[in-house]
């Protein structure tokens, strides 16, 4: 597909990355497969403030998640020779929705009055 996008438009490049979910997952968010195969949210690692003293720094070299997603991403760049791959992790607000419920982490941004 990649180099199809090359051929056509001129794309000469792939981005990889984790998204809130996947992020969400490391810091302890839970996710499942719906029916029609998308990826839901099913457990917030955060979801009262009570729990934040439960989270823990992630160690990335023992993280099954983070060592999954560089393993793919190596085999990636190898099969993708000649294409420039570039990597980003995903915005303090967007990373905080993987591990919040997106209507609480919205009212936590409204000041109390």
Same mark, same amino acid.
Request: aromatic content about 8%; cysteine-free; glycine content about 8%.
């Given at each position: 597909?990649?180099?199809?996008?090359? /051929?056509?438009? !001129? $794309?000469?490049?792939?981005?990889?990355?984790?998204?809130?979910?996947?992020?969400? /997952?490391?810091?302890? /968010?839970?996710?499942?497969?719906?029916?029609?195969?998308?990826?839901?949210?099913?457990?917030?690692?955060?979801?009262?403030?009570?729990?934040?003293?439960?989270?823990?720094? $992630?160690?990335?070299?023992? /993280?099954?998640?983070?060592?999954?997603?560089?393993?793919? #991403?190596?085999?990636?760049?190898? #099969?993708?020779? !000649?294409?420039? $791959?570039? !990597? #980003?992790?995903?915005? =303090?607000?967007?990373? #905080?929705? !993987?591990?919040? =419920?997106?209507?609480?982490?919205?009212?936590?941004?409204?000041?109390?009055?």
């Amino acid at each position: 597909m990649v180099h199809l996008k090359k /051929s056509l438009y !001129g $794309i000469d490049y792939m981005y990889i990355g984790m998204d809130q979910k996947g992020i969400g /997952s490391i810091l302890g /968010s839970e996710t499942k497969m719906t029916e029609k195969g998308d990826s839901l949210t099913s457990v917030y690692a955060l979801d009262d403030y009570k729990d934040f003293s439960k989270m823990e720094n $992630i160690d990335i070299k023992s /993280s099954e998640t983070v060592v999954n997603f560089i393993e793919k #991403a190596k085999k990636t760049k190898e #099969a993708m020779r !000649g294409i420039t $791959i570039f !990597g #980003a992790v995903t915005e =303090p607000l967007t990373t #905080a929705s !993987g591990v919040r =419920p997106v209507e609480k982490l919205l009212r936590d941004t409204r000041k109390n009055k």
